[in-house]
T-cell receptor
């Protein structure tokens, strides 16, 4: 009963390095999301996807890219990491199609940019 | 999505019912009320949602006022493990339904006292 799995759980990067965060869900959900959470704040939407091969921008998309090549996976990329991207990143998924479907979240990736 | 207002923090004695209020006076007729919680360092966890009728599941009850301008989440027998930040979110799907991300405020920090 894995649900939403995020890898890695922790990562430290230097400014300018690149990396990819992986989100995998085993619930056959159509919609997937990437959020970030900064200390003392609620989650903010970075990008989302309504299906395989589609992506869209959320509230704070700058500095990030995403891809949804397979329905079960949603990748978040940082091309050139900046200290302002130090945060906890959460992935979520939902069956979609109706507004009353809850989102299911992973346990997060804690990313520090030095 | 309509804005919600929640108290910053609340205390509750272990074993008692925890009642968490949420004000959403600008809610529209097709918007649902969702509750999520976030236990320290974990991803948000879905609790319950409703449109206009009261709802109950194994975790909690949701009471929505008749005018739908406010609601109360009830944890019937709070335990120490219920200490978390609780988010009240009002949400409507965009075209196709369900695609948009959740808008998280700062929530209510519920502390269960032994």
């Amino acid at each position: 009963n894995a649900g939403v799995t995020q890898t890695p759980k922790f990562r430290v990067l230097k400014t300018g390095q690149s990396m990819t965060l992986l989100c995998a869900q085993d619930m056959n959900h159509e919609y997937m999301y990437w959020y970030r959470q900064d200390p003392g704040m609620g989650l903010r939407l970075i990008h989302y996807s309504v299906g395989e091969g589609t992506t869209a921008k959320g509230e704070v998309p700058d500095g990030y890219n995403v891809s949804r090549l397979k329905k079960q996976n949603f990748l978040l990329g940082l091309e050139s990491a900046a200290p302002s991207q130090t945060s906890v990143y959460f992935c979520a998924s939902t069956a979609g199609h109706y507004s009353n479907q809850p989102q299911h979240f992973g346990d997060g990736t804690r990313l520090s940019i030095l | 999505d309509a804005k919600t207002t929640q108290p910053t923090s609340m205390d509750c004695a272990e074993g008692r019912a925890a009642n968490l209020p949420c004000n959403h006076s600008t809610i529209s007729g097709n918007e649902y009320v969702y509750w999520y919680r976030q236990i320290h360092s974990q991803g948000p966890q879905y609790i319950i949602h409703g449109l206009k009728n009261n709802e109950t599941n194994e975790m909690a009850s949701l009471i929505i006022t008749e005018d739908r301008k406010s609601s109360t989440l009830i944890l019937p027998h709070a335990t120490l493990r219920d200490t978390a930040v609780y988010y009240c979110i009002v949400r409507v799907g965009i075209s196709g339904g369900g695609a948009d991300g959740l808008t998280f405020g700062k929530g209510t920090h519920l502390i269960i006292q032994p």
